[in-house]
C-alpha cells in the first residue's frame, strides 16, 4: 500500500511542477522521498530525487537540481527520464540532465 501513496505523491508533484509550482512539488516530493528512503526503494528514490531536481531548476537552482539529480540511482534515473523524454513536464530540464 505504501507504494500507492508514493505513486500519487509523485503524479501530484509532477503535476505541481507542470503547473509551474515549485514549492508545491517540492513538498510532495520530499514525503515520497522520506516514504522511499524508509522502504529501501531505490526506483522510488530515483523517481523522487528526479522530481525534486525538476523543481530546483524550475526555480532557478541550477545547484540542488544537480545534486538531486546525482543522487538518483543512476540506473534508475535513466530509466525514468528516459521513459518520460516526450513528457512536457521536463521543458525545464536542460539536455544535460536527459537521458
Known amino acids: 500500500m505504501w507504494t500507492e501513496a508514493v ?7 509532477e503535476t505541481a511542477l507542470a503547473d509551474g ?3 508545491q512539488a517540492t513538498q ?9 528512503t524508509e ?6 528514490e530515483a523517481r523522487t530525487q528526479t522530481g525534486l531536481a525538476l523543481a530546483a531548476r524550475l ?14 540511482p543512476a540506473k534508475n534515473r535513466c530509466c ?3 521513459c518520460r523524454a516526450g513528457d512536457r ?4 530540464v536542460p539536455s544535460m540532465f536527459r537521458a
Do not use: F, M
Open 28 to 36: 510532495l516530493y520530499q514525503r515520497a522521498l522520506t516514504t522511499c
Open 59 to 72: 526555480r532557478g537552482d541550477e545547484e540542488a537540481a544537480r545534486h538531486h539529480l546525482n543522487r538518483a
Open 39 to 44: 522502504r529501501a526503494s531505490p526506483r522510488g
Open 80 to 82: 525514468y527520464l528516459g
Open 21 to 23: 509550482h515549485a514549492p
Open 89 to 92: 513536464r521536463l521543458r525545464h
Open 7 to 13: 505513486d500519487i505523491l509523485i503524479r501530484l508533484g
